[in-house]
T-cell receptor, first 113, second 114 residues
């Protein structure tokens, strides 16, 4: 079945450090890929998406590129801020006709001043 | 500001109570979802409504009863819950049939069962 594997956390960085959160997937067909962010006490917010190979999603300084050859969708940001502290979920919707959103386990990021 | 509104934000109930969670969206989406999220875990899908019809039920116990009165509203009726049902309940919506369109989430209802 479809699955998403993302790096285990927690990840702790200093402000202005470079961030990478790895995400790989297994899916039927050609999935759409998403990164969601969950701030403490809140629901999930869509951070960025990519719907086909080589697409780059970007938002708020975060980027991720849909790599079909490596089945990956790694999240990156060049300079993190304290306000980026949250849990990040990689997710996919399969290309096999299902509209079920499949999540990775989540990665907690803490950014210290 | 979230475009999916959930009420109440917090709910404490006893195991014999009956209560309802409510969700509303005005984005014209035709698919709506209920998820359950335990601490430090990703959301788990419970139900999917598509065009106001239940299309997916992920083998959820019958003490959870969903209802979709119209295309903008989604309810989750709760009865005789167990302590392990304490969790954050998230509602989401999306354009039905559009695989590439993301689901939009509300801020959730934090439910505690005494």
């Amino acid at each position: 079945g479809d699955s998403v594997t993302q790096m285990e956390g927690p990840v702790t960085l200093s402000e202005e450090a470079f961030l990478t959160i790895n995400c790989t997937y297994t899916a039927t067909g050609y999935p759409s890929l998403f990164w969601y962010v969950q701030y403490p006490g809140e629901g999930l917010q869509l951070l960025l998406k990519a719907t086909k190979a080589d697409d780059k999603g970007s938002n708020k300084g975060f980027e991720a590129t849909y790599r079909k050859e490596t089945t990956s969708f790694h999240l990156e940001k060049g300079s993190v801020q304290v306000s980026d502290s949250a849990v990040y979920f990689c997710a996919l919707i399969s290309g096999g006709g299902s509209e079920k959103l499949v999540f990775g386990k989540g990665t907690k990021l803490t950014v210290n001043p | 500001d979230t475009e999916v509104t959930q009420t109440p934000k917090h709910l404490v109930m006893g195991m014999t109570n009956k209560k309802s969670l409510k969700c509303e969206q005005h984005m014209g989406h035709r698919a709506m979802y209920w998820y359950k999220q335990k601490a430090k875990k990703p959301p788990e899908l419970m139900f999917v409504y598509s065009y106001e019809k239940l299309s997916i039920n992920e083998s959820v116990p019958s003490r959870f009863s969903p209802e979709c009165p119209n295309s903008s509203l989604l309810n989750l009726h709760l009865h005789a819950l167990q302590p392990e049902d304490s969790a954050l309940y998230l509602c989401a919506s999306s354009q039905e049939g559009a695989r590439s369109q993301p689901q939009h989430f509300g801020d959730g209802t934090r439910l505690s069962i005494l």
